[in-house]
């Protein structure tokens, strides 16, 4: 099991400005749903849904695995980074770029998609530049870095083809759009998303879960396939040599990834039952039946993408970027505070009855969103988006309250007397 290296540990205030970011593009998209439920989640082509899809890609998720792995690469996987000032530059693109990104399908703006297709390619160059030659250049835990790797080129594949896709809306190139944005998504879930929670998830769910570690020889078997069956199944399906290769590739990993995580999961103890173990139960499950559904193309793509997208990802990533933000704040306590002083465990900086109840709002406002994309009528869809923003409020709320019982912490050792 790799062991925390809290001297390599990054500034806190650069993953948690990206982690914190999240529970806005939460908002965001539950607003989103509450102003459009007429047309929204009918058709994937519909204005609203491509703004809703790249609020949760981008916003939510992007931020979230951004912050995560400035913060997991150095102080869990032993890989320094030396970002300087360019985090700063990347934290602005990747949420300047997905807001003229989300304005430019909302609204229809040329100038707003042109500005997104080309700002958030820019991030993640920044984040390759920062992360993959330091992950190249580190050693030790070969597998883990292989896995992470990967899905940074993946996670770089995806903007680059979804910067040119952007262009080709605003008239400025041209591609066969339905195919090419197929790919898109399907490097972006598959390729970005779930090869990094499957790389990073055989070191955290030991750590935090308690779970059995996955056999090494599995994961690298599992990448090895991947890595192989994905750009055939992709070329396949660009050139028209059968319609159902690439969804079921993306299926068959999507698959095997949440089998794998519940598997893990079947031993842990009661008492290590956490908020994080449930999310990543849940969130495997609802990615299981994502996979399923999209295998048998039942009701289209969009219920699949919905328990995905609206579900499970959010699901898993959120549950870790809690413990995430907890952390950062014993770091800084850890940092600030003079030796001998004794400092509040992780648990009471952010108490386990928060994380679960922002987690158990989150996977209510996910089903609604699948049950909406079901079922999309006006009211039920602007419910999906009443429960987002309660559940993302309640999120910050968490974020905002680990930061209070920081500042009370550190404001206590001044005081007169200590």
């Given amino acids: 099991m790799a062991k925390l290296a809290l001297d390599q540990a990054p500034t806190v205030s650069l993953p948690r400005r990206f982690l914190c970011s999240m529970p806005a593009w939460g908002m965001l998209a539950g607003l989103l749903l509450m102003l459009d439920g007429d047309g929204m989640l009918r058709s994937r082509w519909h204005p609203g849904t491509l703004a809703l899809v790249h609020t949760f890609t981008l916003g939510v998720l992007g931020n979230a695995m951004f912050g995560s792995l400035l913060q997991f690469l150095p102080a869990a996987a032993g890989v ?75 996670g770089l594949a995806t903007a680059l083809l979804g910067g040119a896709l952007a262009l080709c809306g605003s008239g400025r190139l041209s591609l ?66 059968g319609d159902a290769v690439l969804p079921a590739t993306v299926a068959l990993f999507g698959l095997s990834f949440a089998f794998t995580v519940t598997w893990s999961q079947r031993r842990t103890t009661q008492a290590r039952r956490g908020p994080l173990w449930w999310s990543w139960r849940v969130g495997s499950l609802a990615l299981l039946v994502s996979a399923v559904a999209l295998s048998s193309q039942s009701g289209g793509p969009l219920p699949a993408a919905a328990l995905a997208l609206g579900m499970a990802l959010p699901l898993l990533v959120v549950g870790m970027a809690l413990e995430i933000v907890a952390f950062l704040g014993w770091i800084e306590l850890h940092r600030r505070v003079g030796r001998g002083v004794p400092l509040p465990g992780v648990q009471r900086l952010m108490p386990a009855r928060e994380r679960g109840a922002a987690l158990i709002a989150l996977a209510v406002a996910g089903a609604a969103v699948v049950l909406s994309t079901l079922h999309p009528d006006t009211w039920l869809v602007g419910t999906a988006g009443l429960f987002q923003c309660i559940a993302w409020v309640g999120v910050a709320a968490v974020f905002l309250g680990t930061r209070r019982r920081v500042r009370q912490f550190l404001r206590d050792q001044v005081k007169p007397g200590r």
């Fill in 176 to 241: 066969d759009i339905p195919r090419w944005v197929d790919v898109h998504a399907s490097l972006g879930v598959l390729g970005w998303m779930v090869v990094l929670l499957a790389s990073v998830g055989r070191v955290v769910m030991p750590m935090f879960q308690g779970t059995v570690a996955p056999p090494p020889t599995w994961h690298a078997a599992w990448l090895g396939c991947l890595l192989a069956m994905f750009p055939v199944a992709a070329v396949s399906y660009l050139i028209g040599l």
């Fill in 80 to 154: 320094p980074l030396r970002s300087g000032r360019l985090a700063s530059g990347m934290h602005i693109a990747l949420n300047l770029g997905t807001l003229s990104l989300v304005g430019g399908f909302y609204f229809a703006s040329i100038p707003l998609l042109t500005l997104g297709g080309l700002m958030l390619p820019l991030a993640f160059l920044a984040l390759v530049g920062i992360t993959l030659p330091a992950v190249c250049r580190a050693v030790g835990q070969r597998r883990l870095r292989a896995g992470i790797g990967a899905s940074l080129l993946f």
